[in-house]
């Protein structure tokens, strides 16, 4: 169904939009944002060429395309460089009482469909809370582009009057994800300290507070029903 001139102005603006974002992050040399803004803002700009009749705005629309594909090229390679080289580095600091952090916001742009393998470093999978953090997390990483199909978490085990808790809880995550066609590895460790996320695309992120870095409910009654939903 071709599309109205109105809903392709809206789209173009959309585009442009993004792409203006892109050049102000690259331009700042915050490449990664840049290099999501960019392929966005691509995305955007290729349905309003499809949606385009006019072969002259046509033309000038493929020039602009090409351009920015261009420059999105050459910033993926230096971040695959810095990759390789182990140089790439970002330092995200989340102020008490701050909005707008979620898994998504942070993870996403690390996510992609060659992404299939994944570890969690994390001694704190114990509370109801905690484990609902895995949860959303676990949620996250099955979500499209991804192709996860296994997932390592490596913990500590709670020798107190929760163990039974985060053994019941962990069991029902790893057999929903087993629902979805992924494996859930569950190890413990007495010796787990440090907190790190690993994806098999090659990027590593420290993550000072692990997956706890949300405000625990004020509320000692926190069901915890185990049902992922994608």
């Not at 040399?29 to 995305?43: K, N």
């Not at 060659?114 to 109801?128: A, G, K, L, S």
């Amino acid at each position: 169904m071709a599309k109205s001139g109105r809903e392709v102005d809206a789209q173009s603006v959309a585009a442009f939009t993004v792409l203006k974002r892109a050049v102000e992050l690259d331009s700042e040399s915050r490449y990664q944002q840049a290099l999501v803004c960019y392929q966005e803002g691509i995305d955007l700009l290729m349905q309003v060429l499809r949606g385009t009749k006019d072969d002259t705005k046509k033309s000038n629309l493929r020039k602009q395309i090409t351009g920015y594909m261009d420059r999105a090229e050459i910033v993926k390679k230096y971040l695959d460089q810095e990759k390789e080289d182990g140089k790439y580095h970002e330092q995200i600091k989340i102020e008490e009482n701050a909005t707008g952090f979620s898994y998504e916001s942070l993870f996403q742009k690390y996510l992609n469909e060659t992404v299939t393998e994944v570890w969690i470093q994390d001694p704190y999978i114990r509370q109801i809370h905690q484990l609902y953090n895995f949860l959303r997390f676990c949620e996250m990483l099955i979500k499209k582009p991804c192709k996860v199909k296994t997932i390592h978490l490596l913990t500590s085990l709670d020798e107190g009057s929760g163990k039974q808790q985060q053994s019941s809880g962990l069991q029902e995550i790893k057999e929903s994800l087993q629902n979805h066609g992924v494996l859930l590895e569950i190890e413990y460790s007495s010796s787990v300290h440090d907190r790190e996320i690993r994806f098999n695309n090659g990027w590593m992120i420290k993550i000072g507070r692990g997956l706890d870095y949300f405000k625990k409910p004020q509320s000692r009654f926190f069901p915890l029903d185990i049902v992922i939903l994608i």
